[in-house]
């Protein structure tokens, strides 16, 4: 098995960019199943998205709580950490649920 890290590929680059996020946004991927994979990243990252939509005093059907299967995505170009959102959420929220800027094409 090989196995590389972001931090791995530093030593070839002539230029180094970091982004600074906070715990919650950090997904992740190390593996193809299970813990760490991609499928679990999209489930910590729907249920962030949620969690936005709720601080904006929104509420989905029958509670349903977003995974990898019913996912919830908040495009950043309508808000990077759920700021601005009061007021987007008036009607009940169904999952699988995708809020794209009018910018983004389907």
Avoid at 14 to 28: A, P
Avoid at 78 to 105: C, D, H, K, N, W
Wanted: hydrophobic share 40%; aromatic share 8%; with cysteine.
């Amino acid at each position: 098995q090989l196995v590389h890290f972001v931090s791995d590929l530093l030593d070839a680059c002539v230029k180094g960019v970091g982004f600074m996020c906070g715990r919650e946004e950090m997904l992740v991927i190390r593996a193809l199943v299970g813990e760490n994979s991609v499928r679990s990243a999209l489930s910590q990252y729907s249920k962030l998205c949620q969690s936005w939509i709720r601080a904006a005093g929104g509420s989905f059907e029958g509670d349903m709580i977003a995974s990898d299967r019913e996912l919830c995505e908040i495009s950043p170009l309508v808000s990077y950490a759920g700021e601005g959102m009061q007021g987007q959420f008036r009607e009940v929220t169904i999952l699988p649920f995708l809020m794209q800027s009018s910018a983004e094409t389907q």
